[in-house]
């Protein structure tokens, strides 16, 4: 499995415990938390800004069904935006520097061969407005993902190479 949109939103759902229905890309036609009744206890906006590969293309070995086949490895790196709106916004932005030490997250993001990695996680706040309602105060986190890209390329190992002929 890979980072992408899809399977952080279902990470960041699973690690601030919070329905996934609150749990949107960063785009402004979602679910808008100053809609009136709107009533959530917490709202998280994600984005993750690039994924950029850390390392050149590489082969690992793999076995299935008893036959070694090679399975080729990106290293990359993403860098992720959060935005949190509600009642406990700064805290859940200021918790995110927690992340690297939390059992669960390292599970959870080892299902994307990925860790969360040590960094800045400065919360800061901002004004969000959307629709045209009136600013209230988001608080805002950035961090990074090391991540392992692979894709199994279905080839045996090439074990050795037969070269007919003389060489001269």
């Given amino acids: ?88 916004s700064e805290t859940l932005a200021q918790s995110v520097c927690l992340w690297p030490l939390r059992s669960d997250v390292k599970e959870k993001f080892a299902g994307v061969q990925g860790a969360v990695m040590y960094d800045d996680y400065s919360a800061v706040s901002s004004y969000f407005g959307q629709d045209g309602m009136n600013s209230i105060t988001a608080w805002n986190v950035s961090f990074r993902v090391l991540w392992v890209q692979t894709l199994d390329t279905t080839q045996n190992k090439l074990t050795d190479v037969s070269i007919s002929g003389q060489i001269k």
């Fill in 1 to 88: 499995m890979e980072l992408n949109q899809t399977t952080l939103r279902g990470i960041l759902a699973q690690v601030l415990s919070v329905d996934n229905r609150y749990i949107v890309p960063k785009q402004g036609n979602w679910y808008n938390p100053q809609e009136a009744n709107a009533n959530i206890e917490n709202w998280c906006a994600y984005r993750i800004k690039s994924n950029r590969p850390r390392t050149a293309p590489y082969y690992q070995e793999t076995e299935k069904n008893r036959t070694a086949q090679n399975t080729v490895c990106i290293e990359k790196i993403a860098d992720i935006e959060l935005q949190f709106i509600g009642p406990q």
